[in-house]
């Protein structure tokens, strides 16, 4: 059974890890998809493997922090594909680990933009797009950390990704009546580039498995499929919610 037959969606953050993974699932579900991120070459194999597997998708690749390119990726749905029907606004970085005092305002001004600015305009542009369609589905990715647990060293990626939370909320509110249901996606711990990148060593690797219920960590497929839920008819009257695929993170206590 195919759960996006028929629809366009916009997945940012493609080229690697969750990104990546909601494509090709979105594609085998039948979505036509514009994949989007800055490395052009990965996103080209992104577009690559899909095709290879009957699907359909193209490539656009940009920053998510520059206006100009949240407005490219809606006028290539519509103009290549006809509109809009899902977008999953998933790019973010982690950023410069370390104690407030010491961060360089660059580092925060860097995360902020990624993580918060480039949803909020995604969210800019897309909403029309949506409504235009008569509703559909816009999704951010979020995470457990700075919701449910506070990590040390990760203000700048907490605070930034738990304000999505907030504005899902606003937005869920603002657009329902229009058919669009707006939801965060808040991933555990994922086996993605960025995570490995935090999980460094054998040591913060079994730190962060241990911090869920389930002692491990996600593939990115796993946290694909919770994001084809709320893209899909699956979740038809779920709206303004923080949906939490964290592997129990958010209430292991051993």
Known sequence: ?????????????????????????????????????????????????????????????GDVSDESFAQRLVNTATGEFGGLDVAFNNAGTVGDLGPVPTMALASWNEVVATNLTGAFLGAKYQLPALAARGG?????TSTFVGHTAGIPG????AASKSALVGLTQV????YGSQGIRVNALLPGGTD?????????????????????????????????????????????????????????ASIART
């Open 192 to 248: 993605t580039p960025m995570g490995r990148g935090f999980a460094n060593s054998p040591e913060s690797a079994a730190f962060v498995r241990n911090l869920h219920a389930l002692k491990r960590i996600a593939s990115p497929e796993e946290i694909a499929s919770a994001a084809l839920f709320l893209a899909s008819e699956l979740s038809s009257f779920t709206t303004g919610s923080a949906l939490l695929v964290d592997g129990g």
């Open 136 to 140: 559909g589905s816009l999704i951010f």
């Open 1 to 61: 059974m195919q759960l996006l037959t028929g629809k366009v969606a916009i997945i940012t953050g493609a080229s690697s890890g969750i990104g990546r993974a909601a494509a090709i699932l979105f594609a085998r579900h039948g979505a036509k998809v514009i994949v989007a991120a800055r490395r052009n070459r990965e996103l080209k194999e992104v577009v690559a493997a899909i095709a290879g597997a009957g699907g359909t998708a193209c490539a656009c690749a």
């Open 154 to 157: 990760m203000a700048a990626y």
């Open 171 to 174: 937005l869920a509110s603002e």
